[in-house]
Antibody, heavy 121, light 113 residues
């Protein structure tokens, strides 16, 4: 059974940093693209970033480019998202999601339960 | 960026009746090399994570009831729930994965009338 468990969310001040983790199990982690999606309170889904070994490079939404960094440790079956220079508008539940395939250009067939990031002074 | 729009914003349907949600992309998301539309539909029930329903515009994900179907090509797509059940109350999102950033539609809320 595929499982994705996010952690690392917290209350942080504007300008601060956090690192989110997503522990994966139940599939061969290195074979699939992995994505972060966020959802602000009462709002819709916003795609944030994807990292595929097959594509060999990460991609980011413009809203987080230069501030967030996605990475993965295939030996630990874990996906990360480093959040720097946080803004109030980054407040959201952050989900990690598994790609349907190896390419970044995939639908998202499994999602974690999400981790809450709150940016406030 | 490809802009995804959905209509209606919300709808209420009687139990057992059909629900239809439309999704439109600002440019074609049909990839000519493989003749696939890079369009997915997700269901998000209150307090839960999103769940994949449909991928490649019309392929039902494993375990999804066959009352859910997806159709369309190019820029216009539809999610149909043929006979609405109480457990289908949710917000439904379309997403294009043709071009980065992989944008979502704003969502359509489905309720029971």
């Amino acid at each position: 059974e595929v499982q994705l468990v996010e952690s690392g969310g917290d209350l942080v001040q504007p300008g601060g940093s956090l690192r989110l983790s997503c522990a994966a199990s139940g599939f061969t982690f290195s074979d699939y693209a992995m994505t972060w999606v966020r959802q602000a309170p009462g709002k819709g889904l916003e795609w944030v970033s994807v990292f595929s070994e097959r594509d060999g490079r990460p991609y980011y939404a413009d809203s987080v480019k230069g501030r967030f960094t996605i990475s993965r440790d295939n030996s630990k079956n874990t996906l990360y998202l480093q959040l720097n220079s946080l803004r109030v508008q980054d407040t959201a539940v952050y989900y990690c999601a598994k790609g349907f395939g190896a390419s970044s250009y995939s639908s998202l067939d499994h999602w974690g339960q999400g981790t809450q990031v709150t940016v406030s002074s | 960026d490809i802009v995804m729009t959905q209509s209606p914003d919300s709808l209420a349907v009687s139990l057992g009746e059909r629900a239809t949600i439309n999704c439109k992309s600002s440019q074609s998301i049909l990839y000519s090399s493989n003749n696939q539309n890079y369009l997915a539909w997700y269901q998000q029930k209150p307090g839960q994570s999103p769940k994949l329903l449909i991928y490649w515009a019309s392929n039902r994900e494993s375990g999804v009831p066959d009352r859910f179907s997806g159709s369309g090509s190019g820029t216009d797509f539809t999610l149909t729930i043929s006979s609405l059940q109480t457990e289908d109350v949710a917000v439904y999102y379309c997403q294009q994965y043709y071009s980065i950033p992989f944008t979502f539609g704003p969502g359509t809320k489905v309720d029971i009338k």
